[in-house]
């Protein structure tokens, strides 16, 4: 049961720590969280209980067995839940940083990147918002 106690735990931790960083995003999410936290405390005293009760009764630690493999699948998927939600930030703050470009006071770039003419346009043109010396190019 130490084994399944400690995934349990782990479980809480990253359940914790991803509801924390949706909340903000998801409306009503708190409330699953709240309702999936009591559900991962009473699940951990009750493999309390049978971890006492295993030595006695053998279906006890057959059942903790298969437990334990369905707490490493939940551990999975919230890994899996992690990665998303990192991923998606990182997109959207790359996002943010594509989005614009600004030069100021550099005369040969500025030549260089001449809209439709600049030998180095075609580099930039995907660009939706430039702004040369604080004009809008694009």
Not at 41 to 68: G, S
Request: aromatic letters at 6%; one cysteine or more.
């Amino acid at each position: 049961m130490e084994v399944v106690g400690a995934v349990v735990e782990v479980i809480l931790a990253k359940v914790i720590s991803l509801a924390a960083e949706q909340i903000s995003h998801a409306l009503g999410f708190k409330e699953e969280f709240s309702t999936l936290h009591d559900s991962l405390t009473v699940i951990q005293a009750l493999l309390q209980d049978a971890d006492r009760r295993q030595e006695e009764d053998p279906a006890v630690r057959v059942w903790l067995q298969k437990l334990r493999d369905v707490a490493y699948e939940a551990n999975d998927v919230l890994d899996e839940f992690a990665y998303d939600v990192l991923r998606q930030k990182l997109e959207g703050q790359n996002q943010i940083m594509e989005k614009r470009l600004e030069m100021h006071r550099c005369l040969k770039l500025t030549e260089r990147c001449t809209k439709e003419s600049g030998p180095e346009w075609h580099k930039i043109a995907h660009i939706p918002s430039i702004q040369i010396d604080s004009q809008c190019i694009q």
